[in-house]
């Protein structure tokens, strides 16, 4: 088994649960890194000084992937 890389902090989510976070306009419970964390659906492990520290950059880069509605 290969080593796994090092990081300071990670987020683990389903494919479902970025989906559901990733539209346009997420439902009430999927909109926010935090709400998904507190549903289950997301994970947040390590370090989180440096996730706090730069925390609404972090939601911005996130949010930012969102569907574009025409």
Do not use: T, Y
């Not at 494919?15 to 346009?24: D, L, T």
């Not at 289950?40 to 390590?46: F, M």
């Amino acid at each position: 088994m290969a080593p796994l890389p090092s990081c300071d902090v990670a987020m683990q989510a389903s494919e479902a649960a970025w989906s559901h976070f990733w539209q346009a306009v997420p439902d009430a419970g999927w909109h926010d890194i935090f709400a998904l964390a507190k549903r289950g659906e997301l994970r947040i492990d390590g370090n989180l000084q440096p996730l706090m520290a730069h925390l609404q950059f972090v939601k911005d880069l996130l949010a930012s992937a969102r569907e574009v509605r025409a």
